[in-house]
């Protein structure tokens, strides 16, 4: 059993800073490829960023390139999403997820992950 849980969300101005994180219980974190996503009221559930298990792989939505990094600390179970330059089309809940299968593969496809904490709500005003 894995269990994730999102921390650092809250309300920031355009062009602002946060950093989520997102702890992980379990054996199998440091083994395992993560990801990032995004829901806004009303949209799909959306692909923001993963990365491998040793963290040299990364993907991420073009919307978040320049802007977004993925990074891991698997001495502490914790995966880290530092967003900057943030706009308020950036506003949504953000849910971090463990990928199944090959840790190296990186997948922008929900259904490909398996565990997701309960989401952590970012908002940003203009």
């Known amino acids: 059993q894995v269990q994730l849980v999102e921390s650092g969300g809250g309300l920031v101005q355009a062009g602002g800073s946060l950093r989520l994180s997102c702890a992980a219980s379990?054996?199998?974190?440091?083994?395992?490829?993560m990801g990032w996503f995004r829901q806004a009221p009303g949209k799909e559930r959306e692909f923001v960023a993963a990365?491998?298990?040793?963290?040299?792989?990364?993907n991420y939505v073009d919307s978040a390139k320049g802007r977004f990094t993925i990074s891991r600390d698997n001495a502490k179970n914790t995966l880290y999403l530092q967003m900057d330059s943030l706009k308020p089309e950036d506003t949504a809940v953000y849910y971090c997820?463990?990928?199944?299968?090959?840790?190296?593969?990186?997948?922008?496809?929900?259904?490909?992950?398996?565990?997701w904490g309960q989401g952590t709500q970012v908002t940003v005003s203009s």
């Open positions: 379990g054996r199998t974190f440091s083994s395992s490829a």
């Open positions: 997820a463990r990928k199944t299968g090959d840790s190296y593969v990186l997948s922008i496809r929900a259904y490909n992950y398996d565990y």
């Open positions: 990365i491998s298990s040793g963290g040299r792989n990364r």
